[in-house]
């Protein structure tokens, strides 16, 4: 036990990190996860206009080209998007952006800080 508590205590600091930006071009949505091992026991459905077009696991990418327009984009913690029911060890997260894509991508970063919080923020 005496072993486990350092460890505990370096894995609590941690949060993850930021994936390189794919490129990409014309209309299109894209959810980049974060790599790192704070939360990388949940994957996260992403949704374009409430229709699930992915999940997203810690490092992993969900994109869709879409026509310009206005859409919402919403992540939800997997397991509780698929059954309605909350995971041990992934909480009742769901997140939505509304926004107007043109002819230029639109890019969101999901990650997760030190403290347990889930990020989904518009990056471009």
Same mark, same amino acid.
Request: proline letters at 5%.
């Given at each position: 036990?005496? &072993?486990?508590?350092?460890?505990?205590?370096?894995?609590?600091?941690?949060?993850?990190?930021?994936?390189?930006?794919? %490129?990409?071009?014309?209309?299109?949505?894209?959810?980049?996860?974060?790599?790192?091992?704070?939360?990388?026991?949940?994957?996260?459905?992403?949704?374009?206009?409430?229709?699930?077009? /992915? +999940?997203?696991?810690?490092?992993?990418?969900?994109?869709?080209?879409?026509?310009?327009?206005?859409?919402?984009?919403?992540?939800?913690?997997?397991?509780?998007?698929?059954?309605? +029911?909350?995971?041990?060890?992934? /909480?009742?997260?769901?997140?939505? &952006?509304?926004?107007?894509?043109?002819?230029?991508?639109?890019?969101?970063?999901? /990650?997760?800080?030190?403290?347990?919080?889930?990020?989904?923020? %518009?990056?471009?």
């Amino acid at each position: 036990m005496k &072993h486990f508590l350092p460890l505990l205590a370096v894995l609590a600091g941690c949060s993850t990190v930021p994936q390189p930006i794919t %490129r990409v071009d014309g209309p299109t949505i894209m959810v980049i996860r974060d790599t790192g091992f704070l939360g990388s026991g949940c994957d996260y459905a992403v949704f374009l206009n409430d229709a699930r077009i /992915g +999940k997203v696991a810690a490092g992993g990418t969900v994109s869709v080209v879409v026509k310009p327009g206005e859409y919402s984009v919403r992540i939800g913690s997997g397991i509780y998007e698929e059954t309605g +029911k909350m995971g041990a060890l992934c /909480g009742n997260i769901t997140m939505t &952006h509304f926004v107007k894509v043109d002819k230029n991508p639109v890019i969101f970063r999901m /990650g997760i800080t030190s403290t347990g919080q889930v990020i989904f923020d %518009r990056i471009r």
